[in-house]
């Protein structure tokens, strides 16, 4: 189920009143916000370049779609390699935004833009709804997601995957016929 | 091969749990086995193995009169075997009931075994009256009795007047008298007894009180002083602990048991040593408590006969809920000091010593949490383990980043293996298989009531081998139509040993063999956490993930019992060896879940054939034997 996107200036509210502000303290952030959101949707610059929210799509019956995606990579830095994470929730906050989607591999890459026009080999997590059945590749299987070229204007990362099959831990299957990504960094 | 399995099984058993000799304990291959002695008052364990010895003798002998009366009818039978049989069953009566002063549950069992064997020779004796040369023995003896009646008289009141100044001498004389009942009691007719056996049963109950509260005051005092060498002392640990911070603080390193130049790893692994000592003191101390209170609630088994409250020790029984407490506190004192140890380590150490000594802290502490207490270990060491990697800042950063690389993997991993978890829903508990299986079904003897909605502690009421006969048998009838159990929190003893432990719960633990991972699997295991031989696991969930399949920890397993083990509740504990000690998580003790005496309670230990296993986050299938 796609989600509904959350206007990002009402967390700021809910983080002021965690905060314990006063109302006319409230109102007042509440009318800085919006003036700020205002003014970046206004400023024809800004808008475009502000982010796309990304999507991730799974062809299936029935189709599974989020509004939201993720691509990060995660560099230990010890020697270790790095893993690229592509995610349908934010990068930090762990698979609690559903669906949750995450396609993780390990990369060479450094940088988001060092991966475009890399193959990753790569195991794939999917949990539709919370509670719903955790739906992973089985050990050892690999489904090798291809990450595009970068397109101009745009700063998403598009990355595709071939049909694969995902097992629930009952050992039901999951057959998705492709999944492509638009994935913001 | 399920044989074979059973049978090292029971070998590894015998050397890792117990203290306890070979041939201790029936077990659903055999039955017949004594109960063991946990053997803290010096001369249970002989007197246990002469009492088992005995009824071994006395049994063969009641069995072949019997085989005699079936063979060649009643007339087989003849007065002196029969009368020295009651007066040897009735001695040994009065062993077994010695043996429980010793806090010994055999004893009890011996208690039960010896009535059964006193109840089969009344029937022979029955059947002996009804033959002519026992309707003739009977006439004699109502002759005889009258004639004898003064001296008997005057010697009861001989017992009764040196009882309490010449105890040893009284109780002597007493049993005289006892095997001199015996030769008659059950030879005549049951009205007529009761004008004959009122001197014989004064006597007796003049010479046990007498006896009984020294014999179960030395007891105690015995128990008083093995409790108290078991119990860890605190304060000494702490002591312990100042010093070797103290010289971790200064080189990083510290002298232990005679080596010096310890490093701070090394010392936490000493520690969990300590603490794993300390440990299974405290399971002894609690075993012991229990034999103790049941002394005190004690009434004379052979006798029937309660005793008077000044007789007993109950005021002065150390309510067992102390122990309990008593492990709360040692085992804070541990964990803070594991904190202490890096807190120590982490001031004296140079910047390139920080990831390697951070990667094997994790790593002893991910093995010291897998014994009990995980939650607390982690708590408390996760702000010094902080602090340690933070004095390299590059490492810190590496720290944080494997952290949020393998968090998500692992928590869908954790879910589905949550999910995975309850297809098994429906599948009995160790518990819930042995309860059932050994409920009492008719007149077959079990260890808990036929219907009951409660849960009840399981209670020896037969003699152990009848009743592991019959319970044994009706596990291996369950484990033939093969439903598998679920036991929970199974723990390899050893990184070498070749068997896991069920941790004890309720009234059963129990045992699998170490199955570790396939390596297919492993690798793969590994390749997710981004672990190589270079590389090591960075937090303590990694390690779990890498290293309990890996190691043949986990925290569920699924498969149908292959054997059991039936154990003394009391002496499980009260004889628990260090190394046994790994069946109860540490920062527990066993607690009781009856008001009654602990004396006839029973442990049931059962060993698994694994079919899965499953860790926090993975589901493994046994490797096909």
Not at chain 1, 111 to 133: D, I, R
Not at chain 2, 23 to 42: E, G, I, Q, Y
């Amino acid at each position: 189920m796609p989600q509904t996107p959350y206007p990002w200036w009402r967390y700021a509210l809910l983080l002021g009143l965690f905060a314990g502000c006063s109302k006319e303290k409230m109102d007042a952030m509440v009318n800085t916000v919006k003036d700020q959101a205002n003014a970046i949707a206004s400023n024809p610059t800004i808008a475009k370049v502000l982010p796309a929210t990304g999507n991730v799509q799974l062809a299936m019956t029935p189709p599974v779609s989020t509004t939201a995606a993720y691509v990060k990579i995660h560099k230990i830095g010890d020697g270790r390699p790095n893993v690229v994470h592509f995610t349908s929730y934010e990068p930090t906050g762990g698979p609690n935004q559903f669906p949750a989607i995450l396609v993780r591999g390990i990369t060479t890459a450094n940088e988001v833009a060092e991966l475009a026009g890399k193959n990753v080999a790569a195991s794939v997590y999917v949990q539709t709804k919370s509670g719903a059945s955790v739906y992973r590749t089985r050990p050892g299987d690999v489904i090798e997601m291809s990450i595009s070229p970068p397109v101009a204007d745009k700063n998403t990362v598009a990355a595709t995957l071939p049909g694969f099959t995902l097992y629930d831990p009952q050992g039901q299957p999951m057959v998705v016929s492709q999944m492509t990504w638009e994935a913001v960094p | 091969m399920k044989v074979h399995f059973t049978g090292l099984m029971i070998a590894l058993f015998v050397t890792c749990f117990s203290n306890q000799p070979v041939a201790a304990n029936p077990t659903s291959a055999d039955p017949s086995k004594p109960l063991a002695t946990h053997n803290t008052f010096p001369g249970a364990a002989p007197l246990a193995e002469k009492l088992y010895g005995e009824f071994e003798s006395l049994l063969a002998a009641i069995e072949k009169l019997e085989n005699g009366v079936k063979a060649k009818g009643a007339d087989s039978l003849s007065y002196k075997p029969l009368a020295t049989l009651k007066s040897n069953i009735n001695q040994s009566h009065r062993g077994s009931d010695r043996l429980t002063m010793m806090g010994e549950p055999a004893g009890y069992d011996l208690y039960l075994r010896f009535h059964v064997l006193a109840h089969r020779t009344n029937l022979l004796v029955l059947s002996f009256m009804n033959t002519r040369q026992g309707q003739v023995m009977t006439q004699k003896i109502l002759t005889q009795l009258p004639r004898r009646a003064v001296a008997t008289q005057r010697a009861s009141e001989k017992v009764i007047a040196m009882a309490s100044s010449q105890p040893a001498e009284a109780e002597a004389a007493a049993d005289k008298m006892s095997i001199e009942r015996d030769s008659w009691e059950n030879f005549i007719p049951i009205d007529q007894r009761g004008a004959y056996t009122p001197p014989y049963a004064e006597a007796r109950e003049a010479a046990d009180r007498a006896m009984r509260p020294q014999r179960i005051a030395d007891a105690r005092k015995v128990f008083d002083e093995a409790i108290a060498t078991n119990l860890p002392s605190i304060n000494e640990l702490n002591r312990w602990v100042d010093e070797v911070t103290g010289q971790l603080r200064v080189t990083g390193n510290a002298s232990v048991e005679g080596k010096v130049d310890v490093g701070g790893v090394e010392v936490m692994e000493e520690l969990s040593r300590r603490w794993g000592i300390g440990h299974a003191g405290l399971q002894r101390v609690q075993g012991l408590r229990w034999a103790i209170q049941s002394h005190a609630n004690a009434t004379s088994l052979t006798s029937g006969s309660s005793y008077p409250s000044s007789y007993s020790t109950s005021s002065q029984a150390a309510p067992s809920d102390d122990t309990s407490l008593e492990a709360d506190a040692w085992t804070a004192v541990a964990v803070v000091a594991m904190a202490k140890i890096i807190a120590a380590d982490t001031e004296s150490i140079t910047i390139e010593k920080v990831p390697a000594a951070h990667q094997r802290y994790l790593s002893a502490i991910a093995g010291i949490a897998t014994l009990g207490s995980s939650d607390l270990i982690i708590a408390k060491t996760d702000e010094p383990l902080k602090r340690l990697a933070a004095k390299n800042p590059a490492y810190a950063e590496s720290v944080s980043a494997y952290e949020s690389a393998t968090a998500d993997v692992l928590e869908f991993d954790r879910r589905a293996t949550q999910q995975a978890s309850m297809t098994w829903t429906s599948t009995k508990s160790v518990d819930q298989f042995v309860r059932e299986a050994a409920r009492s079904v008719g007149v077959s003897p079990g260890l808990f009531p036929e219907s009951s909605t409660v849960p009840l502690a399981a209670t020896l009421s037969y003699p152990a081998d009848e009743t592991m006969r019959v319970i044994g048998a009706r596990i291996t009838d369950a484990t033939s139509s093969s439903p598998p159990v679920m036991a929970e929190n199974v723990i390899r003893i050893a990184p070498s040993s070749r068997s896991s432990a069920v941790t004890y719960a309720i009234r059963t633990y129990g045992t699998i063999p170490a199955v570790t991972c396939p390596e297919p699997w492993n690798r793969w295991n590994r390749e997710q956490m981004l672990v190589s031989d270079a590389f090591q696991p960075l937090t303590i969930t990694a390690l779990h993930a890498v290293s309990n399949p890996a190691m043949g920890n986990y925290a569920m397993v699924i498969g149908p019992v292959v054997s059991a083990q039936l154990e003394s509740l009391i002496t499980r504990f009260a004889g628990m060896s260090d190394a046994g000690a790994i069946i109860v998580p540490r920062g527990t003790v066993p607690t009781s879940d009856t008001e009654s005496s602990m004396m006839n309670q029973m442990v049931i230990r059962v060993d698994i054939d694994p079919m899965f296993m499953l860790t926090e986050t993975a589901v493994i299938n046994a490797p096909a034997k």
